[in-house]
Nanobody, 128 residues
Framework: QAQLQESGPGLVKPSQTLSLTCTVSGVSITTDSSYWTWIRRPPGKGLEWMGTIEYSGSTIYNPFLESRIAVSRDTSKNQFTLQLSSVTPEDTAVYYC????????????????????WGQGTQVTVSS
């Protein structure tokens, strides 16, 4: 049984870089066919898939965020991280880390399919 926990600042200023870490316990992030994913839910909107780092270390990003996003990992700590640069108030959302069983894009309620473990979510507000 995997457990995921997000951590990072809850308030980020516009134009700065948002950084979040997901600490995973109960399963190695290098386990075959595991896709470690960042998903967010802006206020009043549906789930948005942001990006994934595969068990192999390869990354896949939402094309709408690709110029601003980076997902990396530290296998020694069993953690993976999100960095989102040049944030604006539109990046305000609850951010979730999750494990999926595929690397594919998802949106809205579709993100529940194929996602077997979720973090509790962390609110990030972009404001000056």
């Amino acid at each position: 049984q995997a457990q995921l926990q997000e951590s990072g600042p809850g308030l980020v200023k516009p134009s700065q870089t948002l950084s979040l870490t997901c600490t995973v316990s109960g399963v190695s992030i290098t386990t075959d066919s595991s896709y470690w994913t960042w998903i967010r839910r802006p206020p009043g909107k549906g789930l948005e898939w942001m990006g994934t780092i595969e068990y192999s270390g390869s990354t896949i990003y939402n094309p709408f965020l690709e110029s601003r996003i980076a997902v990396s990992r530290d296998t020694s700590k069993n953690q993976f991280t999100l960095q989102l640069s040049s944030v604006t108030p539109e990046d305000t959302a609850v951010y979730y880390c999750a494990r999926r069983d595929n690397p594919n894009y998802c949106s809205g309620d579709g993100c529940y399919y194929g996602t077997d473990f979720w973090g509790q979510g962390t609110q990030v507000t972009v404001s000056s």
